[in-house]
Nanobody, 114 residues
Framework: EAQLVESGGGLVQPGGTLRLSCAASGFAFSYHAMTWVRQAPGKDIEWIST????????RYADSVKGRFTISRDNDKRTVYLQMNSLKTDDTAMYYC???????RGQGTQVTVSS
């Protein structure tokens, strides 16, 4: 069974950093583009970033460009989201998705607050 498990969320002060991880199992991870999205309370899902299967093509939403970095390790079957210079507006549940069909993990909560 294909599965994605996110981790690494938590409470951080504005300006802080977090690194999210998403471990994949049950499918050929190295053949799939992967995406991070987030959802703040009462708001729609927001696309954040997508990385292709080899990590050679990466896109970011304007809201996180220059602050967040997506990467992947196909040997470890894991995709990462390094988040720097966090803002209160970054508070949300963060999910990784298999880009082709939107398979999504359970999410990890990120709260940015002083």
């Amino acid at each position: 069974e294909a599965q994605l498990v996110e981790s690494g969320g938590g409470l951080v002060q504005p300006g802080g950093t977090l690194r999210l991880s998403c471990a994949a199992s049950g499918f050929a991870f190295s053949y799939h583009a992967m995406t991070w999205v987030r959802q703040a309370p009462g708001k729609d899902i927001e696309w954040i970033s997508t990385i292709d299967s080899r990590g050679g093509s990466i896109r970011y939403a304007d809201s996180v460009k220059g602050r967040f970095t997506i990467s992947r390790d196909n040997d470890k079957r894991t995709v990462y989201l390094q988040m720097n210079s966090l803002k209160t507006d970054d508070t949300a549940m963060y999910y990784c998705e298999r880009t082709t069909d939107g398979l999504r993990g359970q999410g990890t909560q990120v709260t940015v607050s002083s």
